[in-house]
């Protein structure tokens, strides 16, 4: 299910009494509260607040079905600190109907919550910020994707131009000891291609592109590359980028590209 789908799930989800927890947990490292993971003691005490607040309405079954809940969601955390990014999001019910969990890297502010519903307002407004998408890079020879959501990268794909034949392929990883060096021979060929017209050279891609928009549920796109490229690309294909950025990110690590795109 897209993230999209999801929300208005939760939209529509609802019980009698409350029964719905909903966390939204700031775990940046890089964050100056969160200094030898000070997000432990903020769970610890955002839940514990909720509890104090329940024991002074007296409905023991709402006391019930949060510790219950305060226990799944603890141990979910704690069983998966390796996950954590800039922040977790969680949507659990006490009837074990909604479990959904989130480790984003999109910062949010920690906040706890326990009603009939599941509050998503804060979670719908990170998924506008940074929806299904993807981070299209063209240079000589290559086109590289990043397929993304909510800041975390989820394939890194590399399409090589096949000169002999004039497809664009999807290229198998391989380890680095496996790799070659583009021979002159090709690079020759290949500039030849851009010199003709780089426009056509790129449309071969559209096709690429639209099954992976379709594949991957993207909301939107991004190129970004050397300026005559990245201008080249973006008219080759039939939709039109979110943005096009002149700036050679092909050597950039997955999160570094995510962060000059969507936080530049």
């Known amino acids: 299910m897209s993230l999209a789908n999801e929300i208005e799930s939760l939209k529509t989800y609802s019980c009698g009494d409350r029964c719905v927890l909903s966390v939204y947990l700031n775990t940046n490292p890089a964050d100056?509260?969160?200094?030898?993971?000070?997000?432990?003691?903020?769970?610890?005490?955002?839940?514990?607040?909720?509890?104090?607040?329940l024991e002074a309405s007296g409905d023991?079954?709402?006391?019930?079905?949060?510790?219950?809940?305060?226990?799944?969601?603890?141990?979910?955390?704690?069983?998966?600190?390796?996950?954590?990014?800039?922040?977790?999001?969680?949507?659990?019910?006490?009837?074990d109907e909604l479990w959904s969990v989130h480790y984003v890297q999109v910062h949010v502010k920690t906040s706890f919550h326990f009603e009939?519903?599941?509050?998503?307002?804060?979670?719908?407004?990170?998924?506008k910020a940074y929806p299904e998408a993807g981070i299209i890079m063209p240079s000589l020879g290559e086109v590289r994707i990043l397929d993304t959501a909510m800041g975390v990268v989820k394939s890194d794909m590399t399409y090589k131009f096949d000169p002999v034949q004039e497809v664009w392929q999807e290229e198998k990883k391989k380890n680095k000891a496996d790799q070659s060096v583009i021979g002159q021979s090709r690079i020759s060929v290949l500039e030849s291609h851009l010199k003709g017209n780089m426009n056509s050279f790129f449309k071969g891609m559209s096709m690429n592109v639209d099954q992976l928009k379709k594949k991957r549920g993207w909301r939107e796109f991004h190129v970004a590359g050397e300026a005559e490229m990245a201008n080249a690309f973006a008219e080759s294909i039939r939709d039109v980028p979110a943005s096009c950025i002149h700036k050679n990110l092909n050597n950039s690590k997955p999160q570094d590209v995510v962060h000059q795109v969507f936080e530049k």
């Open 60 to 95: 023991e079954n709402e006391i019930k079905n949060f510790d219950l809940l305060t226990k799944k969601v603890t141990e979910e955390i704690q069983e998966n600190q390796h996950e954590l990014r800039k922040s977790v999001v969680i949507f659990a019910s006490a009837d």
């Open 32 to 53: 100056p509260d969160n200094l030898k993971g000070a997000w432990k003691i903020h769970l610890k005490s955002g839940l514990k607040r909720i509890r104090e607040y």
């Open 116 to 127: 009939n519903h599941p509050v998503v307002e804060p979670f719908e407004y990170m998924y």
